[in-house]
């Protein structure tokens, strides 16, 4: 599904992303790893079809409507948990109740159904990074691109997280993170810099 090759980013004549030599097949699920500054936000820019200015060949054999990308400070619209879960499904035309129900159901299996009336300024920082993540989900993504998806969860919220995404076997899931991910989360890990190597 992803095949890099000297993959390379340049911002003001500084390389700010470099990966030698990647593959992804289908259904797997890969962190990215690496400390700050080592390129992996970036690369997940350039894989959602955001970042398109790099040196080198990276090939998604998917369409720009296929991928998700779900940034490491995801913003919510004003408005309610439910509005912001329906947003992507009203954009690609589904409205109403049909396009409610996939949300909820998706709100459900993420352990914030009961949050679905709430509003997003009375959100916590991991209640608002679920949220996004439903966001995501709801489309039904074959590739979901999650910049520090971990990042202000409690250990509910980890665990949450953590079956969901091992629940969605069509999708191929990249979580770019500065840290180890928890076992069972991921089914191999690149590591970004300098030691740049997969396994």
């Not at 989900?137 to 590739?143: C, I, N």
């Not at 969860?153 to 079956?163: H, P, S, T, W, Y």
């Amino acid at each position: 599904m992803i095949e890099i090759k000297d993959l390379k980013v340049v911002k003001n004549g500084k390389p700010i992303c470099s990966v030698s030599e990647l593959s992804v097949e289908p259904g797997e699920r890969v962190a990215v790893l690496g400390v700050n500054g080592s390129g992996k936000s970036t690369l997940l820019r350039v894989l959602a079809g955001i970042e398109g200015d790099f040196q080198g060949h990276c090939d998604v054999a998917l369409s720009r409507r296929e991928r998700v990308y779900v940034h490491q400070n995801p913003f919510l619209f004003r408005g309610t948990v439910l509005h912001n879960a329906t947003y992507g499904l009203r954009a690609r035309g589904l409205n109403g109740a049909a396009g409610e129900e996939q949300a909820l159901a998706w709100l459900e299996r993420m352990g914030i159904d009961a949050l679905a009336w709430r509003r997003v300024n009375h959100l916590s920082g991991g209640e608002r990074r679920r949220t996004a993540l439903v966001r995501a989900l709801v489309l039904k993504p074959r590739l979901l691109l999650l910049d520090e998806p971990l990042a202000d969860l409690d250990d509910d919220g980890v665990r949450e997280v953590q079956k969901v995404l091992s629940e969605i076997e069509d999708t191929t899931v990249l979580i770019a993170s500065p840290i180890d991910l928890p076992k069972g989360l991921v089914t191999r890990s690149y590591r970004m810099g300098p030691e740049r190597r997969s396994g």
